[in-house]
Nanobody, 127 residues
């Protein structure tokens, strides 16, 4: 059974960087797309980025485009989210989740495509 564990979150100053990892166990990630989502306090969860199984399709939300980079290393069953030029509005709990496709519906990542989900990792951007 596929299980996902996020790591790499923490407290960083505005303008700083973090790299989140989504490590899979139980099943190879080779055939799964991975999505990154985040939820800020008092706000709905939003899709940030996704990457297809082959890494041939990649999506970024407008709010992170040019600052975040998603990548995957299937040899170590891990997907990464490199976050640069972080802003206070990037604060939230970041989740990774596995699905069959990296697709966008009406400018959103459809959460119903994704299962399972990791437990989340907290990212706080503050001075």
């Amino acid at each position: 059974q596929l299980q996902l564990v996020e790591s790499g979150g923490g407290l960083v100053q505005p303008g700083g960087s973090l790299r989140l990892s989504c490590a899979a166990s139980g099943v190879t990630l080779d055939y799964y797309a991975i999505g990154w989502f985040r939820q800020a306090p008092g706000r709905e969860r939003e899709g940030v980025s996704c990457i297809s199984a082959s890494a041939g399709s990649i999506y970024y939300a407008d709010s992170v485009k040019g600052r975040f980079t998603i990548s995957r290393d299937n040899a170590v069953n891990t997907v990464y989210l490199q976050m640069n030029s972080l802003k206070p509005e990037d604060t939230g709990v970041y989740y990774c989740a596995a699905g069959p496709l990296c697709r966008v519906v009406r400018d959103l990542l459809p959460e119903s495509d994704y299962d399972p989900w990791g437990q989340g990792t907290q990212v706080t951007v503050s001075s």
